[in-house]
């Protein structure tokens, strides 16, 4: 099979890759961080390609040696209850010679009256396919299914083993699913297909979500006291954040990713709890960096000294910072080695299209490059978090023309490494 006979087969049998997009859309993996509706996706997963003659296997982390006892385990994740999925297509060598890999969870849905949509539904309508999970990440997981389908009906023999990793636990701060399917298969290249708008990462920042606590001392009767402290709060985070912001702006590995604000983003605020602790505030936070956890450890410690010095002449102190998702480790690979080179190519081939370096915000390619490959990067179409239908927004969804583009690009690039 050529490069340009697959292309073809590929742009024939398109609806057939966007039904199977829908598909996945259809079925509700939700992640809401301490637990995860993953079981029913890794099974239809399992499924269609155990129906491929594939070798597959379906398991729960835990079930991986050794990964319970790694330093970047993060308990309180109900992995028992969560799922991932190794399928293989056996090559002329016993090797595995490429993974690609898919996250299988989606964030939450939020309020559904929010949507215009049902978030569930899969539909295509004007050239877009609609869905929790369009962009983030299940267009990655749909594209590899299908090129297997491909590969299995054509009798495609890749000279090293093909391996498909579908992984849960990848939202939220999990990653344990990524850590499972690298430790489970480990290979030479690696291609995760979580990103955005064509953009390839090599370099994964370190960070983790926090929270921070503070109160007002004494008996409260309303929340307006730490709804005067939370400015001051926000200031002292916000000056943290500029320094991360500085940091990455002046890290080359991160390309056009760097600066505007990247080194952090807000993700909840908390003042009372429905009437009830109305003298405690809670800010939860999201932050980036390439430095240490034992440098960052140092700056979340001189943030709350900051706060404490603002909040005492109104009454108040700051309790403390927590981390609330594991710490992510700043990792990159070579952005001008083979692989990319051989992607760029194949993007450039296939359609023209010059793919752009960047760096990812807390991927999972951190623990793919320390558990996987250091051979390994990232490549995804999804929507920005700021783009209106992007990933983790309402209305989420993918263009198909940049769908099929995509699948064609992974599928020349496949092929021509493992021909």
Aim: glycine fraction near 12%; include cysteine; charged fraction near 30%.
């Amino acid at each position: 099979m050529t490069e340009q006979e697959l292309l073809n087969i590929i742009e024939d049998r398109k609806q057939e890759l966007f039904g199977l997009l829908s598909s996945l859309i259809k079925i509700d993996s939700q992640n809401f961080s301490s637990y995860g509706n993953e079981i029913e996706v890794a099974d239809f997963i399992g499924d269609y390609c155990r129906s491929l003659g594939l070798e597959t296997k379906v398991y729960s982390p835990l079930d991986v040696p050794g990964l319970r006892e790694s330093d970047d385990y993060f308990p309180g994740r109900t992995l028992e209850t969560r799922r991932c999925v190794t399928s293989v297509l056996k090559g002329k060598e016993d090797r595995n010679g490429l993974m690609l890999m898919a996250h299988l969870d989606t964030v939450a849905v939020g309020d559904p009256a929010n949507w215009r949509k049902d978030p569930f539904c899969g539909e295509i309508e004007n050239g877009k396919i609609y869905g929790r999970g369009a962009c983030d990440d299940k267009y990655g997981l749909a594209t590899i299914m299908f090129l297997l389908k491909i590969f299995k009906e054509k009798g495609f023999v890749p000279r090293a083993n093909l391996v498909f990793g579908a992984y849960g636990d990848e939202e939220e701060g999990g990653s344990h699913g990524a850590m499972a399917c690298c430790m489970t298969s480990p290979s030479e290249r690696i291609v995760n297909l979580d990103g955005s708008r064509f953009n390839y990462w090599t370099a994964a920042s370190g960070g983790g979500d926090i929270e921070v606590d503070f109160h007002e001392e004494g008996n409260i009767s309303s929340a307006s006291g730490v709804a005067r402290m939370l400015p001051y709060v926000l200031d002292c985070i916000d000056e943290f954040g500029r320094d991360r912001d500085a940091e990455l702006a002046a890290n080359p590995k991160f390309g056009d990713a760097s600066g505007g604000g990247y080194g952090l983003m807000y993700l909840d605020i908390h003042l009372g709890n429905n009437g009830m602790d109305l003298e405690r505030g809670r800010v939860k936070f999201e932050y980036f960096t390439d430095r240490t956890r034992e440098e960052m450890d140092k700056a979340l410690d001189k943030t709350v000294e900051r706060i404490n010095e603002k909040l005492r002449p109104l009454g108040g102190v700051c309790d403390s910072w927590k981390r609330v998702t594991r710490h992510f480790h700043y990792k990159y690979s070579d952005p001008d080695g083979d692989s990319v080179r051989e992607m760029k190519a194949a993007a450039s081939r296939v359609s023209g299209r010059e793919l752009i370096p960047s760096g990812s915000a807390l991927s999972d390619l951190s623990v793919i490059l320390k558990y996987g490959s250091p051979d390994s990067f990232g490549l995804g179409i999804g929507g920005g978090f700021s783009d209106e239908g992007g990933s983790h927004q309402n209305n989420e969804a993918l263009s198909c023309d940049e769908f099929l583009e995509f699948a064609k690009i992974i599928a020349a690039y496949t092929l021509n490494y493992l021909k």
